[in-house]
């Protein structure tokens, strides 16, 4: 466990897991994704004019 939460383990195949819920986010894009490479590894973006998106 990473103590910042800058990284997530757990387990995709359980739909409520913190780390399963992360990759459902709208924010959750994979590098080379376009590739079709199948990455294990997710990246969120930052959220910029966080007020605009509530």
């Known amino acids: 466990a990473c103590p910042a939460d800058a990284i997530v383990f757990g ?3 359980d739909p409520e897991s913190k780390v399963s819920k992360m ?3 709208k924010r959750n894009y994979h590098l080379l994704e376009e590739l079709h490479t ?3 590894v997710g990246y969120l973006t930052k959220v910029k004019n966080k ?3 509530a």
């Open 11 to 13: 387990d995709l195949n």
């Open 23 to 25: 990759f459902r986010d």
């Open 38 to 40: 199948l990455p294990n």
């Open 51 to 53: 007020a605009e998106n």
